[in-house]
């Protein structure tokens, strides 16, 4: 069982930036796949970025390439997200999730149906 809980959220201009954090718990949270996800008002849940286990490989939605970062410190069992040059369009509630056992194939990590465990969210707004 992994229970992931996200930080770092805020308030924010935009061009600033935020870090959030996702500590899972559980022993198996090097061999897992994390996700980040994010939901606007009136909007679906997108994804955001993802990183196989042991950060073998990365991945993100083109409108936040070159602008987020996704990594993982498996000793610390957490997961971040850097964000730099924010925009109002990245305003959201920001989901981190774990899939069920690490082999989910890449092209399926783009989908929230793809990840088994789920955070509560952390806000991130920005402001124009």
């Known amino acids: 069982q992994v229970q992931p809980v996200e930080s770092g959220g805020g308030l924010v201009q935009a061009g600033g930036s935020l870090r959030l954090s996702c500590a899972a718990s559980?022993?198996?949270?090097?061999?897992?796949?994390m996700g980040w996800f994010r939901q606007a008002p009136g909007k679906e849940r997108e994804f955001v970025a993802a990183?196989?286990?042991?950060?073998?490989?990365?991945y993100y939605r083109d409108s936040v390439k070159g602008r987020f970062t996704i990594s993982r410190d498996d000793a610390a069992n957490t997961v971040y997200l850097q964000m730099n040059s924010l925009k109002p369009e990245d305003t959201a509630v920001y989901y981190c999730?774990?899939?069920?056992?690490?082999?989910?194939?890449?092209?399926?990590?783009?989908?929230?149906?793809?990840?088994?465990?789920w955070g509560q969210g952390t806000q991130v707004t920005v402001s124009s």
């Open positions: 990183i196989k286990s042991r950060g073998a490989s990365t």
């Open positions: 559980g022993r198996t949270f090097s061999s897992l796949s």
């Open positions: 999730a774990a899939d069920r056992d690490g082999y989910s194939a890449s092209y399926l990590l783009f989908k929230p149906t793809s990840y088994e465990y």
